[in-house]
């Protein structure tokens, strides 16, 4: 019964015209409650662990003390069981009151439907619930390689991270990748070995690969209690307490634990283990904290056994946050058992907001500095901004001011996010995360201030402490929080309406998208005026194809998907152009010449190098040379062969000559029209881009998945042994790739899993280039 009144309030909030008016109404008294409640109240934290509803709860669901606070994320290789583990917080932090399953489709981070259908995180979701004293906003991360750019913007407003394992398959090929931009970020981690219930689970294993391929030093706080199916509990190295889950009744959640201390006689062997993990604990927080390390040496060198946990804990937290280690937990989501020790360890051993350091703080003293990092379209409310704030406050019906599209907003409402639920809230304060409706120019990764006067102070302030007198453009640039890196995409296709009267309205949907996720690209072929979809992968395309027939009601028509080439040239070239045109009574004269040449080392990067010979130096005013560097790198976006984007050349402009009337867009048209000629001059190569592929295989299917590999002309770099599966490392052309998960499916009897992540960018041979060539033209 419960289950379905939650439904209904969150179809109730999704579409109110849908819901039944009793129920809206209940439902939105009980917001205005919550408002009125959390007004009255100043912050007072306790231990709770009632759901939402509960009105005394809310005392402490806004703002509470930074200390308080932890903005994590979970991140993992797909089906390592973030989902699961997160259902779990909530469930045990009384958020929900029964236990989804991503099998079943009824999670609540994952709800927009394709999640659910897929059993996938695409759109990470922000969910804020409170664990014992502390409030904890985590965000779900997606595991799939296509949707890499929505981890990174997550990882961007996140000061700490729970790495999510499969203890039966170890480090795989996506958790390194989001490792490493956790590392970019210098996030603190710490690991949970999950599935301990699995056949084939080992906890060794796990922390074996952990270490060599993650390069990092596993602090092991626990130790399984059984491994796969006798995996019944866990021992905490630091207290020597087991902890044993027995069911009790049918439902088995968990919730009840045995929690003890250790002793010789309850099991020996298991006894000296633990001992024996707490000594090594104990050696390698000493080799890496000097102020425990003095303790151990002083106090406690004759035995160890006396030191008090409190210490231990102090000692781990302090290497944890310095990054110089990783605790790692073990447990099994789906059975229960280890997720309330894993929500502890969050707590205890990741940063508050203000243990974190960040630069830009100095500029803004205590005025409003926030970050939009994700953007959702709401049909009723328009787009949602999520934002985290740094400093200052945000509230509602307040203005706000982007410093990235330079214009003032105004914020309606804000809203604490849990899943698919929302709570208004009256402010928000420093370390939190919110959502945000009113906003309807900002997008990911813009900064938000409260006012102009306040961005100029802040300028003004970074200019003088660089010691100018006035504050120059590039102050401004240093109050901007860093962008996401957005890669370029590998797959496009044609995207049409039903009919011509429905273009509007995609293009509108398109748009809607684009500002939601920033790795979609969408342009018009100026040939044929068709709208291109641009992607990450296969999948990507896929979803955002649904979203716009689910979330807008267009049916569209895709064309055949194609793979995003690269250009670029072998030899180096000269031309030369000139532009002659009379428009009304003015002349506008250009002469240009440039060379070009491949560059060497540096590889991949679509922007071209662009130098000037001392003459042309001496003689260019200041303000054609923006003119001259648009006409080079607009002709770089469009090759002159297939209209790819051309890589890797550095240009010399030789000599430039410019009548005094000519226009700057002129001067554009001439270089641009230059670059061509030189670049065709400079004979031009094709490049396809190669991936890294990652099959996880059995034995029995591992000759099928290599034949099969062949044919795609790929070559295998590494057979890897992953318990009793072959893990395949190749690299592969994306062009061979299409459509891949269902043949591996079919030859593997849906066994095998696998990942594709962009190497480089590899050259075609000669026949290879014909046979594209003629393709493109429809010959074949
Ligand atoms: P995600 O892709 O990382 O979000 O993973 P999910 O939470 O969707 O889980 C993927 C699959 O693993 C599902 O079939 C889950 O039921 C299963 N799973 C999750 N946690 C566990 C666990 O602790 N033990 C076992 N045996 N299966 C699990």
């Not at 406690?300 to 937290?317: G, H, Q, T, V």
């Not at 273009?503 to 040939?527: F, G, H, I, T, Y």
């Not at 250009?590 to 080392?601: D, M, N, Q, S, W």
């Not at 200041?622 to 002709?635: C, D, M, P, R, Y």
């Amino acid at each position: 019964m419960l289950r379905i009144m939650r439904k209904l309030a969150v179809n109730a909030l999704k579409s109110p015209s849908l819901c039944s008016e009793p129920f809206k109404r209940v439902y939105f008294q009980k917001t205005k409650m919550r408002v009125l409640s959390v007004t009255q109240h100043n912050c007072s934290l306790r231990n709770y662990s009632s759901p939402p509803g509960d009105v005394k709860s809310l005392r402490s669901v806004i703002n509470p003390h930074l200390s308080r606070i932890r903005n994590i994320g979970i991140m993992a290789h797909i089906d390592a069981g973030k989902t699961t583990t997160t259902e779990r917080m909530l469930y045990y932090s009384g958020y929900i009151r029964t236990l989804g399953d991503v099998d079943d489709g009824d999670t609540v981070t994952d709800f927009m439907v394709q999640e659910r259908e897929r059993g996938i995180t695409i759109q990470s979701a922000a969910v804020t619930f409170d664990w014992k004293d502390y409030r904890i906003n985590l965000i779900d991360t997606p595991g799939h390689v296509d949707f890499t750019v929505e981890v990174e913007r997550c990882l961007r407003v996140l000061d700490g991270a729970v790495a999510v394992f499969d203890a039966s398959a170890g480090v795989e090929a996506q958790t390194l990748t989001v490792w490493r931009q956790a590392d970019k970020h210098q996030i603190p981690r710490i690991c949970f070995l999950n599935k301990m219930d699995k056949n084939r689970a080992s906890f060794t294993y796990a922390v074996e690969s952990i270490k060599q391929k993650l390069k990092t030093k596993p602090l092991l706080l626990q130790l399984p209690i059984g491994e796969a199916k006798t995996f019944r509990g866990l021992v905490d190295v630091v207290t020597k307490e087991q902890i044993v889950w027995k069911p009790t009744s049918d439902l088995d959640d968990g919730k009840n634990f045995e929690q003890k201390l250790l002793l010789e006689a309850d099991d020996p062997n298991l006894f000296q283990e633990v001992q024996d993990a707490r000594n090594t604990l104990i050696e390698q927080v000493a080799d890496l904290d000097d102020q425990f390390a003095e303790l151990v040496l002083g106090e406690y060198s004759e035995n160890f056994d006396l030191i008090p946990a409190d210490k231990l804990w102090s000692a781990i937290r302090r290497v944890t946050l310095a990054q110089k280690a990783v605790p790692v937990l073990c447990g099994s989501a789906l059975k229960n058992k280890g997720v309330q020790p894993l929500l502890d360890a969050i707590t205890m051993y990741l940063p508050a907001p203000n243990e974190r350091s960040y630069e830009f703080l100095q500029w803004y003293k205590d005025d409003l500095c926030a970050l939009a990092f994700k953007v959702l379209h709401d049909k009723c409310r328009g787009p949602l901004v999520f934002v985290r704030v740094y400093s200052g406050s945000l509230k509602p019906q307040s203005a706000v001011y982007n410093i990235n599209k330079s214009c003032t907003e105004r914020i309606s409402r804000l809203l604490l996010p849990f899943a698919d639920q929302q709570i208004e809230i009256p402010s928000l304060m420093p370390g939190n995360i919110a959502l945000t409706v009113g906003l309807k120019q900002s997008a990911t990764g813009d900064t938000i201030v409260s006012s102009k006067a306040s961005a100029v102070a802040a300028a003004r302030r970074a200019g003088r402490d660089a010691g100018r007198e006035k504050w120059s453009t590039s102050d401004v640039e240093s109050l901007l929080l860093a962008g996401v890196e957005i890669p370029d995409p590998v797959f496009f296709c044609t995207i049409e309406p039903p009919s011509m009267a429905r273009q509007q309205d995609l293009d509108n949907a398109l748009s809607c998208l684009q500002r939601e996720d920033p790795s979609l690209k969408v342009k018009l072929d100026p040939d044929t005026g068709q709208t291109i979809l641009c992607g990450m992968g296969e999948l990507h395309i896929e979803i955002i194809h649904d979203r716009i027939r689910r979330e807008y009601g267009i049916e569209t028509y895709l064309g055949p998907l194609q793979v995003a080439y690269r250009e670029t040239i072998l030899n180096a070239a000269q031309a030369t152009d000139t532009l002659d045109k009379t428009v009304g009574d003015k002349r506008h004269l250009v002469t240009a010449e440039l060379e070009v040449r491949p560059r060497l080392g540096e590889r991949a990067t679509t922007k071209p190098i662009i130098e000037y010979a001392a003459s042309v130096t001496e003689a260019l005013p200041k303000e054609l040379q923006g003119a001259v560097e648009n006409g080079i790198t607009n002709s770089c976006i469009q090759g002159p062969l297939l209209g790819f984007p051309v890589q890797d050349i550095d240009v010399t402009v030789q000599s430039l000559m410019v009548h005094p009337d000519t226009s700057h867009t002129m001067v554009s048209a001439c270089l641009s029209r230059c670059m061509q000629k030189a670049l065709k001059k400079g004979g031009i190569q094709i490049l396809e881009p190669l991936m890294k592929l990652e099959i996880t295989v059995s034995e029995d299917h591992l000759s099928a998945a290599l034949a099969d590999l062949a044919q795609r002309r790929g070559s295998i770099q590494e057979i890897q042994s992953r318990q009793d599966n072959r893990v395949v490392v190749a690299a592969v052309p994306l062009a061979e790739m299409m459509g891949y998960s269902t043949v591996l499916r079919s030859l593997t009897s849906g066994s095998a899993t696998f990942t594709l992540e962009l190497a480089s960018y590899q050259a075609l041979n000669s026949q290879e280039q014909s046979a594209l060539l003629q393709r493109r033209m429809g010959l074949v």
